[in-house]
């Protein structure tokens, strides 16, 4: 079992950047895949970027090129980079975890959910 923590939300102006980081406690973390979802208001939950077990990297289009994924196995961490930021990207982050190789592109695919954190982005 695993327990997360997300950190690194906050306001930020259009076309400027944030880092989120997803803290993971518990064992083998390297065990898991690790992706990042977001929730706007009154919006289904989407995914937005997710790193595999082996370290594949895999996003969702509305994203390409302006979100990165990053894991330190080490650190029990899990990185998500934004950056060009848009209002539109203004959502509750969540970070998610799944036991095995790779937790595809849908939250029914993850077990493991942290609490979320807000990022504003205002225009």
């Known amino acids: 079992q695993v327990q997360l923590v997300e950190s690194g939300g906050g306001l930020v102006q259009a076309g400027g950047s944030l880092r989120l980081s997803c803290a993971a406690s518990g064992r083998a973390f390297s065990s898991y895949a690790v992706a990042w979802f977001r929730q706007a208001p009154g919006k289904e939950r989407e995914f937005v970027r997710g790193?595999?077990?082996?370290?594949?990297?895999y996003y969702a289009d509305s994203v390409k090129g302006r979100f990165t994924i990053s894991r330190d196995n080490a650190k029990n961490s899990v990185s998500l980079q934004l950056n060009s930021l848009k209002p539109e990207d203004t959502a509750v982050y969540y970070c998610?975890?799944?036991?095995?190789?790779?937790?595809?592109?849908?939250?029914?695919?993850?077990?493991?959910w942290g609490q979320g954190t807000q990022v504003t982005v205002s225009s």
């Open positions: 790193i595999s077990r082996s370290g594949s990297t």
């Open positions: 998610a975890a799944y036991l095995g190789l790779y937790g595809g592109t849908s939250s029914d695919d993850y077990n493991y």
